[in-house]
């Protein structure tokens, strides 16, 4: 994964992209016990090309094809790992992006997703797997309600943290309160 | 709940624990390790030919 961050490092100091975390399992394994994955789920600043609200990561394809980086149905190959770029999709994306922890894998530079905000991201998402995710960041402990309560309310998420209480912990607030 | 399960699920938390403490350096060498093995599983004709008969 060095090889593949470096790549993407050269890539920011080009100035095809702008700031990038990374998020997904990769991001969660950053807290967590490692979790297979196939995929790095790479979210990404891009630089406003010709004011057009809309993002677009062809300048990302191109820059990367052209120097002989495969792409493969979503994903960018690039050394050995399958690269999805995700532009933010909403506000709570665009947060992460900003507040995300520097970190580094075998001296390469990068950024990580806080704990926080990769399960307010996971609580969104919603999937069975998301749910799963969220349950092992709130067994590690590794989670501070003080971050991710404030998250949660800016993002209109607070309701559905109730439901994920109820439907798998303990009572409507998952850290347990209710029940002390 | 027996005494052995208890020892069981004692072992994985302690077990989860330690890899959670790796460096992120050294988990991401799990990752790519945990990766090739499940692309071996998943190419494996082994894999296949259970499937043709299911």
């Known amino acids: 994964m060095k090889a593949t961050l470096e790549v993407i490092n050269r890539m920011q100091a080009d100035g095809v992209i702008g700031k990038y975390a990374i998020g997904g399992a990769v991001g969660a394994t950053f807290y967590l016990d490692p979790l297979a994955t196939l995929d790095i789920d790479i979210f990404v600043s891009l630089k406003d090309r010709q004011g057009s609200p809309l993002a677009t990561l062809t300048p990302i394809y191109d820059y990367l094809t052209s120097r002989g980086y495969k792409s493969e149905k979503e994903y ?36 990580v997703f806080t704990a926080e905000h990769l399960v307010a991201i996971a609580l969104r998402t919603a999937r069975a797997k998301d749910f799963a995710r969220i349950l092992q960041f709130v067994e590690a402990g590794v989670l501070d309600s003080s971050k991710l309560d404030p998250i949660l309310k800016r993002h209109g998420l607070l309701e559905k943290w109730e439901q994920f209480g109820v439907k798998f912990l303990r009572g409507p607030d998952p850290w347990g309160r209710d029940n002390l | 709940m027996s005494e052995w399960m208890r020892k069981v699920l004692e072992s994985k938390r302690a077990t989860r624990q330690r890899l959670r403490e790796l460096s992120f350096s050294e988990k991401v060498k799990l990752l790519e390790k945990l990766r090739d093995r499940t692309l071996g599983i998943a190419q494996s004709p082994l894999r296949k030919d259970r499937r043709i008969k299911v």
Do not use: C, K, Y
């Open chain 1, 76 to 111: 960018l190959v690039i050394a050995g790992w399958l690269v999805q770029f995700l532009p933010p999709s909403d506000a709570l994306d665009e947060e992460a992006l900003q507040q995300a922890v520097e970190t580094e894998v075998e001296g390469a530079h990068t950024r």
